[in-house]
């Protein structure tokens, strides 16, 4: 249930209200806007009867929400939600995700696989123009035969790599176990084959870092919020949801892109949503084509695979950009950012 207040409602009865709803058992979740205060309520609220609470003088309107998430909700949170990664940290360069004027790109290699490997593809990248550096050192892979990442070695390589460009550095947690390694990490990756691992979504929850949350390989949008859900109730907000392709009938593609995501997402939630086109297509040749159509539909912004010999890559090899390709690509989304009014 969301309950608004009505304008000029003063702090010490807003605490008031919000003390009388905690002894009812109930979690609260506030959002000041620049007009009004809107407060979430968290739990059962099954017993509560909406027009009751219009007894209070301060209460312009009291409804439930019928959607099963509620701190990812835009009703809950009419405002956009905009990540900051990178912040307050001396020599990294400051990105946000979701302030409506850039689509930043988080780019990189699949995996880091050596030293030069990271280091290339991070000039490479950053020259580009890309954000944020990515690069896998905890690898899900279908085969327990292939490469599976550098792990620890791997974190330690992309810090190096963040110290010497000043990119903020994103990779993925497969572990609760390896969450100690991440200390240093701006942007802990959800891949889709743990989004509901939901021991993993409630410890990330109380971590204090954000999150980019992949959408499960035959995950519902309605899912993929409720496993977004599971780490804002565990007090972390800053969550950026991300769309990487499902699973359908056609094998054309590795997986098929779903670009009405975007628009339905931004609808129903005020979390920033990223277009990874890399992993939705599998082809490094279609993976321009998705970027932009990307970019058109509004995304806050792209993950998208680079390498400096994709052909050599240790994994996903097929799908990789190298840095000519990707150069060539960031300025033309570019010009499509600028018909949506933004930039890279
Ligand atoms: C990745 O980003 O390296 C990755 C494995 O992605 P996904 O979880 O979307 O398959
Ligand atoms: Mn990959």
């Known amino acids: 249930m969301i309950v608004i207040l009505k304008k000029g409602a003063t702090e010490p009865a807003i605490n008031e209200f919000v003390e009388e709803v905690k002894q009812k058992g109930l979690g609260v979740h506030i959002s000041t806007g620049v007009d009004k205060t809107i407060i979430g309520l968290l739990g059962d609220t099954s017993k509560l009867v909406p027009e009751d609470f219009l007894a209070n003088d301060i209460v312009e309107t009291a ?24 912040t307050g940290q001396s020599g990294v360069i400051e990105c946000k995700i979701g302030d409506g004027k850039t689509v930043p790109v988080i780019a990189g290699p699949c995996a880091v696989e050596t030293e030069d490997q990271i280091m ?17 050192a905890y690898k899900p892979r279908t085969s327990p035969y292939s490469f599976q990442g550098l792990g620890k070695e791997g974190i330690k390589l992309l810090e190096k790599a963040k110290k010497e460009t000043g ?9 609760i176990s390896e969450l100690k390694n991440f200390e240093n990490v701006d942007l802990i990756q959800v891949g889709a084959r743990n989004f509901q691992n939901f021991d993993l979504l409630k410890e990330l929850g109380k971590f204090n870092k954000p999150v980019l949350l992949k959408r499960g390989l035959s995950g519902t ?3 993929l919020l409720m496993s977004a859900e599971y780490i804002m109730a565990n007090g972390n907000e800053n969550v950026i949801l991300c769309e990487r392709g499902i699973r359908t009938y056609d094998g054309y593609t590795r997986n098929c892109l779903d670009v009405s995501a975007v628009p339905y997402l931004h609808k129903v939630s005020h979390l920033p949503v990223v277009i990874d086109p890399s992993h939705a297509c599998g082809i490094r040749w279609m993976v321009g ?3 932009q159509s990307a970019v058109a539909a509004g995304a806050d912004g792209l993950e998208i695979e680079v390498h400096c010999c994709p052909e050599k890559a240790w994994s996903d090899a097929s799908q990789q950009l190298p840095p000519s390709q990707f150069e060539e690509l960031m300025i033309k989304l570019g010009k499509y950012a600028a018909v949506e009014g933004k930039t890279m």
Request: charged share 20%; hydrophobic share 45%; with cysteine.
């Open 63 to 86: 409804e439930r929400v019928s959607a099963p998430y509620k701190m990812a909700s835009r009703s809950f949170h009419p405002e956009n939600t905009v990540v900051c990664i990178g």
């Open 167 to 175: 990119l903020p550095i994103c990779t993925e947690l497969m572990a």
């Open 221 to 223: 949008i309605n899912e």
């Open 289 to 291: 084509t998705l970027a």
């Open 120 to 136: 290339n593809a991070a000039f490479a990248v950053k020259k580009a123009g890309a954000r944020i550096l990515r690069g896998g």
